[in-house]
């Protein structure tokens, strides 16, 4: 046997044979014999936080093509990234994309730094992004541990204790299967593993090429790993939308850089509260006083810790008025201004009950 070969765990050997196989053609994937693209691995690891493959994919191939490379995204208009950054969720993470290039190029020289630990100093890497980072763009052996790659480890280790306390024992577990050879490509493989045979549901044991390695396929019920705390109820907030419309215009409002969705445009909003709101029309809400209309039809949402009920108001103003606050916008073109989810899905009912009202 290769001496290289020979220095790399059995389950891992026997992952990478798999991948070489099956590995996923992905656009921030450098194939077989090409060096990794260190600014489109850290992107693309940025932008699956909690996205799928398939939404991430063609808004990945956008990103690119507008921001190649640290020094362009470095220089990008804020209001230009949380807009093509619209729908991903999790906002924070493009604040910290601008802030993080920013950095490479002020400090770095335009490099992105290759350890774990200088990775961890830049804004936005916690421990996952920098260990995958660290394996997929440099080759660096680093355990690189994300959801699907903790499902695998705690099947392949039978690991009982529930999360997130098992994640300590999980974290142990992949050290001793991570090999320092082909780092990059055993986190990718995992990963792939993961998406594709482990999954969360109806595992596809049979088709897993570790499977004679896994303690959890031995005891008869790899499907009941890792064992996940109950779901807690998330609360439940209510709000007001404005609709408020000037000649061909509807009103946006930039909000607050800090909180949810920090940095977005949107459409204006009462605060969100545990109850029903009140008269939309009341002046501390509402963007401009004129005589509001409600909707029968509401928007709900859910985010990570709460989902949120608005009541629809509309109204429209005179040319000679002005809102409290904001920035007029062509509806016909609001898909340009990059509204998160649940604006952008008031904004739909909006319209659609325009076209069925008479």
């Known amino acids: 046997m290769n001496a290289k070969r ?15 196989a099956h590995r996923r053609d992905l656009p921030w994937r450098a194939r077989a014999g090409e060096t990794p693209n260190p600014y489109r691995v850290w992107l693309s690891e940025v932008m699956l936080q909690q996205t799928t493959v398939a939404t991430v994919t063609p808004r990945f191939t956008d990103w690119v093509a507008r921001w190649p490379d640290f020094e362009s995204l470095a220089r990008a208009d804020d209001a230009d990234i949380m807009a093509a950054w619209a729908g991903l969720g999790y906002y924070a993470r493009a ?38 980072v660290a394996a997929i763009a440099f080759g660096e052996r680093a355990v690189v541990i994300d959801a699907n790659v903790e499902r695998v480890v705690a099947r392949l280790f ?14 142990a577990a992949a050290d001793t299967i991570t090999p320092s050879l082909r780092a990059g490509d055993f986190a990718q493989a995992m990963m792939d593993l993961g998406s594709a045979i482990c999954t969360s549901r109806s595992p596809r044991c049979l088709l897993c090429p570790i499977r004679d390695h896994c303690a959890g396929l031995a005891a008869g019920d790899p499907a009941t790993m890792p064992v996940k705390p109950p779901k807690k ?36 909003t009462g605060p969100w509260a545990d109850t029903p709101p009140g008269l939309v029309d009341a002046p501390v809400s509402a963007p401009a006083v004129t005589s509001w209309r409600t909707l029968d039809a509401t928007v709900s949402h859910s985010f990570t810790h709460f989902t949120l009920d608005l009541t629809l108001a509309v109204a429209r103003i005179e040319a000679h008025q002005t809102p409290n606050s904001g920035d007029w916008w062509p509806v016909d073109a609001l898909a340009a201004a990059g509204l998160p989810t649940v604006f952008a899905k008031a904004a739909a009912a909006i319209l659609d009950d325009r076209r069925e009202t008479p």
């Open 6 to 20: 020979s220095s790399i765990p059995p389950v891992a050997a026997a992952l990478l044979d798999w991948y070489d």
């Open 95 to 132: 604040r910290n994309l601008v802030a993080a290039a920013k950095a490479v190029v002020a400090d770095h020289g335009g490099q992105f730094p290759r350890t774990e630990a200088e990775l961890r100093t830049l804004p936005g890497l916690g421990a996952y992004t920098a260990a995958a």
């Open 158 to 171: 039978a690991i009982r204790e529930p999360l997130p306390q098992a994640r300590v024992a999980i974290r």
């Open 233 to 268: 109820i998330r609360p439940h907030r209510h709000g007001t939308l404005f609709w408020l419309e000037r000649g061909d215009d509807v009103l946006l409002v930039t909000r607050p850089p800090e909180g949810l969705l920090g940095g977005m445009r949107a459409l204006p």
